[in-house]
Structure formats: C-alpha cells, structure tokens
C-alpha cells in the first residue's frame, strides 16, 4: 500500500488475527486479494522463522522494520521469515522486523489465511481480520457449501452463479419496470376514463383544468410519473394526485403545467392537501411537488381543498 503503513495494533490468536494499520483510504477488493495471496505464498514455503538478538544499530542498518516505532535498549530481538520470490528484492528475506512476541516455527505452521473484513478503527487507520489454520479452512468450506447450494437452485454450474444472478436481477428490474406501468395504467383507469377526473375550474384569472384522482395500489414514489402522465394529456392544467397505502397513511403528488406556473405554486397547493391528511407540510418545485400525511381517510377532502383553494 505504501510507505505510509505503519502498525496501529493487533491481536493474534491461534486461529484468527486483527491488524491495525496507518492507511488513508479504504483497501480495495482488488488490493486485499493481493495482500492473501503474498501472505498465503509465505505460508506455502514453510520456511523457518529466525530470531537473532543483534545490536539496535546493526539491526536497523540490516533493514529490518520497526513497526510501532518503540524506544530499544541496546540489543533487539529481530524475527526474520520468508523469501521474496517477486521483483527486484527477489531471494533476499520477505519480513525482518523488531519484534518480542511469540512466533510459529516455521510459517506452514500457519495452514491458511484468509481474509474476513477490512474496516476504519479511526481517521487514517484501517482495520484487516482474517482467519488462520482450521479456522479459516472450515469457513472456505461453507463458504463453498453455500455456492453449491446456490448453485443448485439456480440449477447452473458453481462458475456461472455470478451470471445467472446477474441475468436474473436484470430480468427483475424489467419486469418490476413492467409491472409499474401496469399499475400507473390501472390506477388511472380504474374509475373510468380519466376524463373524467377533470374539471374546469373558474377563477378570477380565468378557467382553469383541474385534474384530481385517488389511486389505489400504487407507490407513494410512482405518483410523479402519474401527474406528468397527466399533466401531458392536460396540456395545460393542475393535476393533483393521492393514494393510500396499505398502513393508511397518504402521498399526494401536485403538478403544475409551465404556462401556469406564474399564477399557481405546487408547493403551496401541496401543503395545503399535506395539511388536510395530517401532515406537516410538503416540497419540490413549483411545477411538481408531493406531501404526505398519516390520515389517509382524508385523501379525497385534500383534493376538494386543493380544488376551493385553486378558485380563490
């Protein structure tokens, strides 16, 4: 990851591991299946872990690390493990670090490690923990029993689940696409022609189109699709829409067609309906803005108040 990386803490137990680093960002997928790979490519050497008790000078100059920048005495112990089998530093030792803890004999001791989570401890510090041994060899077999299983189900082999869930989210989010379109049709339709859902309103200023329904089984977030519907067929016009839901609280969308907008404000007609349904208040544009309240009996006298509020 860099140069910056210094140790922040750890725990190391038998069979799982947390470590602790100074790091900026998150560590991408991509980077920690690096990070396994060079960990489980120094366990698969099974090479001996040396200790050395040199001088702290000598030590240093020999390269090895110091990894939470203690304070030393004259003498330290220095653990080295591994061989570098990559780029430039290849055949020279992989970790030669300033270290008084307790160590494996050699690093095929180790079995496994495989890593579990990457996470933020604080501002600059991430947090890797990973499993070893046992541990982490029975975690890649349920990992493995899993995506037989769901592999099974989706009746593909194991190597195409990825495709198969792919290609079946696809397929759902057309067919919700779908179905939402049938309900915004049904919904409009359900009271007969959407005609007659329409008024002409006197004003001071001069008629005005008034397009008001209530909706059933529609989505509180699909009601703007409906008042531009209808705020087209309009042409010109307000459209104030409300539905219900099943725990009978009310979503009322209101649109305004742009050559009104100078003499009709969405947002105030629509907390005026917000208010009827007991809510406080609404937002959005001045051509399209929705409310909402938890009285949604009230849906249709919202409309009615919207309509006496629209003629004065």
Do not use: W
């Not at 519907?229 to 969308?253: P, R």
């Not at 249709?300 to 003629?311: F, G, K, M, R």
């Amino acid at each position: 990851l860099g140069n910056h990386v210094s140790q922040k803490g750890s725990l190391v137990a038998p069979d799982r591991l947390r470590f602790d680093i100074s790091h900026p960002k998150p560590i991408s997928d991509f980077e920690l299946e690096q990070v396994e790979t060079i960990a489980n490519e120094m366990i698969l050497q099974n090479g001996p872990v040396e200790t050395r008790i040199m001088a702290v000078d000598d030590a240093i100059q020999a390269g090895a690390m110091a990894l939470f920048g203690e304070k030393y005495g004259d003498e330290v112990r220095v653990v080295t493990m591994g061989t570098e089998i990559h780029g430039n530093n290849k055949g020279k030792p992989f970790s030669v670090e300033l270290c008084g803890g307790t160590h494996v004999t050699y690093t095929g001791d180790i079995g496994l490690v495989t890593i579990m989570s990457e996470s933020a401890v604080s501002s600059g510090v991430r947090r890797i923990e990973a499993m070893t041994g046992d541990a982490a060899r029975l975690h890649l077999e349920d990992q493995q029993k899993c995506l037989k299983q769901i592999a099974s189900v989706l009746k593909v082999p194991p190597s195409k689940t990825v495709d198969r869930v792919n290609s079946l989210v696809a397929e759902r989010r057309v067919l919700e696409r779908e179905l939402a379109d049938i309900r915004k049709k049904l919904a409009m339709t359900s009271n007969g022609d959407s005609g007659n859902s329409v008024k002409i309103l006197s004003t001071p200023n001069g008629d005005v189109s008034y397009f008001a329904r209530i909706v059933e089984n529609v989505q509180p977030r699909e009601l703007k699709g409906l008042v531009d519907e209808a705020k087209t067929q309009l042409g010109s016009g307000i459209v104030a829409i409300g539905s219900v839901t099943a725990d009978g609280k009310a979503g009322i969308v209101v649109g305004v067609t742009d050559d009104l907008v100078k003499r009709f404000n969405a947002v105030d007609l629509v907390r005026i309906a917000s208010g009827a349904v007991g809510g406080k208040g609404g937002g959005g544009r001045a051509d399209m803005a929705q409310a909402g309240g938890p009285n949604g009996a009230n849906a249709s006298a919202a409309l009615a108040a919207l309509e006496t509020e629209i003629c004065q």
